[in-house]
């Protein structure tokens, strides 16, 4: 039976639709998927701060429902996953772990230092701003970028008294990263690969090797001080880790332009904050390092200085990017180039 509203009540009600236009149609859910737990600063930020500025932006148009741990995808499936939008319309991903589709995104990793806090956050909103090479590399995946999540500085963790970069010479380390290994081969050191658990932890305690090279957070969360006691850190030192929490492309074309629009200043209100929620966590955990038992040096500038040099890590980049060119990514120097460029200009003092 056909129902007519009267004359007041439809006007109301055009009014309310007209000044509250989500209220007319029901919210979207968007499925989102991460490899880690909720528990770490990461996922804490992205779920406390950056999803519920999508649902203000939106005025509760757009909701996201999140499956954390691994639940739908693992680190190393979920660029393919979110590239397919069966299971999940987001996902974050490392492109570390994908390297033969994100061929250009490896290039982050090959400098020894770089910014942090802040300065990291703007460095890395710029380059995917700037070079479009990035988002290109991404569209081909059938994915689109909303957010970047960055990772802490590097870390050594030592079996023995570790004062500076110098003294990792002439001993066995393990690291995860090509250009990291680089790195440690050309300032004299053995670089091995395994992976964690008990192997690392028996080799550490075995003296079969002397310590772990990686993100200062990562050593916080596995407790290699335990095994690894001396740390060696600085807020220079980078690591280039880079979370990219990518949308499916058809499900951000299928978006209204305003829902499109309301999770990019989502994104500007969580990068507002990033950068010191980052430093003031840095800050935590070496002050947990330190009530753990572990001894922490923060290496000062010059040290720093001397640890870039003796990497010659410019000598790697020259022969990854000889290796790209050969295999047809013609374009892999002059990203480099750009990203040198851009990560030099954010390191300069302020004038």
């Not at 319309?89 to 990793?109: C, N």
């Not at 988002?135 to 590097?154: C, D, M, Q, R, W």
């Not at 947990?288 to 923060?298: M, N």
Request: hydrophobic share 40%; net charge neutral; charged share 20%.
């Amino acid at each position: 039976m056909l129902t007519t509203i009267p004359g007041r009540k439809c006007i109301a009600v055009l009014f309310a639709m007209l000044m509250f236009p989500g209220a007319s149609s029901a919210a979207q859910t968007l499925i989102y998927s991460d490899h880690e737990p909720p528990g770490g600063m990461r996922t804490r930020f992205i779920n406390d701060v950056f999803f519920p500025a999508i649902e203000k932006e939106s005025h509760g148009r757009l909701k996201v429902e999140a499956h954390w741990g691994g639940e739908l995808s693992d680190g190393y499936t979920a660029l393919a996953m979110a590239g397919k939008g069966d299971k999940a319309d987001m996902a974050v991903v490392v492109p570390e772990y994908t390297a033969k589709a994100l061929p250009l995104q490896q290039i982050f990793k090959s400098f020894p230092v770089g910014p942090a806090g802040e300065k990291q956050v703007a460095f890395f909103r710029r380059v995917y701003a700037d070079i479009p090479d990035f988002s290109a590399e991404l569209k081909k995946e059938n994915v689109v970028n909303v957010f970047i999540a960055t990772g802490y500085p590097l870390a050594f963790f030592s079996t023995t008294a570790l004062s500076h970069p110098e003294g990792l010479k002439g001993g066995t380390w393990r690291s995860a990263s090509f250009w990291h290994q680089g790195f440690l081969k050309n300032v004299g050191a053995k670089a091995v690969t395994m992976p964690w658990g008990d192997e690392t932890y028996k080799a550490l305690q075995s003296g079969s090797l002397d310590g772990l090279m990686l993100n200062v957070d990562s050593g916080y969360a596995l407790n290699a001080q335990r095994f690894a006691p001396d740390v060696l850190v600085s807020r220079d030192l980078w690591l280039g880790h880079v979370y990219l929490l990518v949308m499916n492309k058809n499900t951000w074309d299928n978006l209204s332009r305003d829902d499109r629009a309301a999770i990019q200043r989502a994104a500007d209100v969580a990068y507002q904050s990033l950068g010191s929620v980052m430093d003031k966590s840095f800050t935590t955990q070496v002050a947990d390092l330190e009530k753990s038992g572990a001894t922490v040096r923060i290496l000062h500038s010059e040290d720093v200085a001397q640890w870039k040099a003796a990497t010659r890590y410019q000598e790697i980049q020259s022969e990854w990017v000889k290796e790209q060119e050969k295999n047809g990514l013609t374009e892999a120097g002059r990203v480099m180039k750009q990203v040198s460029s851009i990560l030099d200009e954010m390191m300069s003092p302020a004038p």
